[in-house]
């Protein structure tokens, strides 16, 4: 589990929740310490812990698919991420950086879809 020590949620909104990193987790020395950014496969594994959250069980992602990484999310970066359950056992993965001010609009930065089953 992540939670606490790699990232905390800020605030549960109804669109997601709101998270920050930990710029000091040891992670971040080796990826990269010239220019630290958060690990793909972090924030996977954020979305899997949210998604328990968010169904009020636990499950596992058993395949992801169509996952797209349109920019880096650098450990200063305040996220948004949703969950949406689209079917029985797959759900739809956001990841948005936030509007800095009412001109501009929120930016996707990740996008999947996640097979999961039911523990």
């Given at each position: 589990?992540?939670?606490s020590s790699f990232y905390d949620i800020v605030q549960s909104k109804q669109d997601g929740y709101v998270i920050r990193f930990n710029a000091s987790h040891p992670i971040f020395s080796g990826h990269f310490p010239e220019r630290p950014v958060v690990p793909g496969v972090c924030i996977v594994q954020i979305a899997e812990e949210l998604a328990v959250r968010t169904f009020g069980h636990p499950i596992r992602f058993m395949a992801i698919?169509?996952?797209?990484?349109?920019?880096?999310?650098?450990?200063?970066?305040?996220?948004?991420i949703s969950i949406v359950k689209v079917e029985e056992s797959i759900c739809n993965v956001q990841c948005i950086l936030p509007a800095y001010d009412a001109t501009e609009g929120a930016t996707l930065i990740v996008s999947f879809n996640a097979q999961f089953a039911m523990l």
């Open positions: 589990m992540l939670r698919h169509n996952l797209k990484f349109r920019q880096p999310i650098t450990p200063d970066q305040y996220v948004t």
